[in-house]
């Protein structure tokens, strides 16, 4: 199987490539220090598996990288290997498309086997993370179809959402947009507030559905 590594720590993707790479089963076709060159790689390799890290930064997030690339490439299995424990993106990556999520102190056998796992077209989520999925899906909470409050936003918020959900900082989007750091702020709550979004990867599902990452 062909395989991309997309993670920001160039040990990292050494590592995790020398492992793979010694499997008779699997090559590593292509290595990524973030989401835009992970997409690129996608589409330059065709993999059978990429292997991505979900917190890049400066660079496209991996939460962003999975939804543009099943969109495109949706017979490429996507695992997230991440140190984030957090429900919050377990749930938001598999709503996105991604087949498997574990954590990268995981042993070097159970990621081989969730590589295997994926490939052949099943979900691997490490045992521990399963607990709370579980949960989720015992004690849903469903969403109204309420009207989407969308066009609430102002001019200004709908030039700071997509920013935000690229992964650029308060500073970083006052300085594209010649405004202050608490005017960033301020507008940050106000969308927050108005989409009725709890967390950073909410918003970024949120951007992702509407397309505003090219916005």
């Known amino acids: 199987m062909k395989i991309v590594i997309a993670d920001d720590h160039a040990i990292v993707r050494s590592g995790f490539s020398m492992i793979l790479n010694y499997q008779q089963d699997m090559e590593v076709v292509g ?12 589409a330059k390799h065709q993999p059978d598996v990429l292997l991505l890290d979900l917190s890049m930064p400066p660079g496209e997030s991996g939460l962003v990288t999975t939804g543009k690339v ?5 017979d490429v299995k996507i695992l997230i290997l991440t140190m984030h424990d957090d429900e919050e993106y377990l ?11 574990m954590l990268k102190n995981a042993p070097d056998d159970e990621l081989l086997f969730a590589i295997r796992t994926v490939f052949n077209g099943g979900t691997y989520i490490q045992p521990q993370l399963a607990t709370s999925l579980v949960r989720e899906l015992m004690n849903p909470h469903a969403k109204s179809d309420e009207q989407d409050p969308f066009e609430l936003l102002s001019k200004r918020e ?10 650029y900082g308060n500073k970083e989007i006052a300085a594209k947009l010649y405004i202050s750091v608490k005017t960033v702020e ?30």
């Open 158 to 167: 709908l030039e700071i959402l997509p920013l935000i959900a690229k992964g």
């Open 31 to 42: 290595l990524a220090a973030d989401g835009i060159e992970a997409y690129q790689l996608v």
């Open 70 to 74: 099943k969109e495109d490439y949706p």
């Open 91 to 101: 749930f938001h990556v598999l709503k996105n498309g991604a087949s498997g999520y």
């Open 186 to 215: 301020a507008h940050k709550a106000k969308i927050m507030e108005k989409l009725n979004l709890k967390s950073r990867p909410e918003l970024v599902e949120y951007a992702l559905k509407k397309k505003l990452l090219n916005f």
